[in-house]
Nanobody, 122 residues
Framework: QVQLVESGGGLVQAGGSLRLSCAAS??????MGWFRQAPGKERQFVAA????????YYADSVKGRFTISRDNAKNTVYLQMNSLKPEDTAVYYC?????????????????WGQGTQVTVSS
């Protein structure tokens, strides 16, 4: 069993930055992913990284602006978000997958956090 707790969301102006954190407890040698869900829309893949950090994947919409990283000693995964846009506004979720490589499908993830709100004003 894995428990995930996100933090770091908030309100930021367009062009600004935020760093999200996801603290994991329990078994933590999982591939970790970030997803987001805007009101009235489906949950969308953002970024993922496997346990070793060798395998990473980004959605095209965030490539070059967002960076996923992890500190396995602290059981924490991060999402650094730069050059934020109003369309990045969503609830951001952290998730853990038993896959050994970065995966993008929500069904591949076994555990989910509660989410943290990110709002980007124009």
């Amino acid at each position: 069993q894995v428990q995930l707790v996100e933090s770091g969301g908030g309100l930021v102006q367009a062009g600004g930055s935020l760093r999200l954190s996801c603290a994991a407890s329990g078994r933590t040698s999982y591939t970790m992913g970030w997803f987001r869900q805007a009101p009235g829309k489906e949950r969308q893949f953002v970024a993922a990284m496997n346990w070793s950090g060798v395998s990473t994947y980004y959605a095209d919409s965030v490539k070059g602006r967002f960076t996923i990283s992890r500190d396995n000693a602290k059981n924490t995964v991060y999402l650094q978000m730069n050059s934020l846009k109003p369309e990045d506004t969503a609830v951001y979720y952290c998730a853990a997958s038993r896959s050994i490589v970065a995966v993008t499908a929500t069904v591949a993830y076994n555990y989910w956090g509660q989410g943290t709100q990110v709002t980007v004003s124009s």
